[in-house]
């Protein structure tokens, strides 16, 4: 079971190193956060890289296991 402690909308390109940490995935840092997610988005999205809109609003979820 999860507890939200905080929900908050971020364009994609103000996404802070810490946020990329707390999300805990890769090796945690910003560079694997934005590289990782901006396939994710491009292949959901069916767009290609080039397309991709850097000021995209990414909706950030804050939690804990409880």
């Known amino acids: 079971m999860i507890q939200i402690e905080k929900i908050e909308c971020t364009p994609y390109n103000k996404i802070t190193p810490e946020f990329a940490q707390i999300e805990g995935e890769g090796d945690q840092s910003l560079t694997y956060w934005k590289k990782v997610h901006k396939a994710y988005y491009c292949r959901e999205q069916n767009i290609p890289e080039t397309e991709f809109d ?13």
């Open 54 to 66: 850097e000021n995209m609003m990414i909706v950030c979820e804050y939690f804990k296991c409880i």
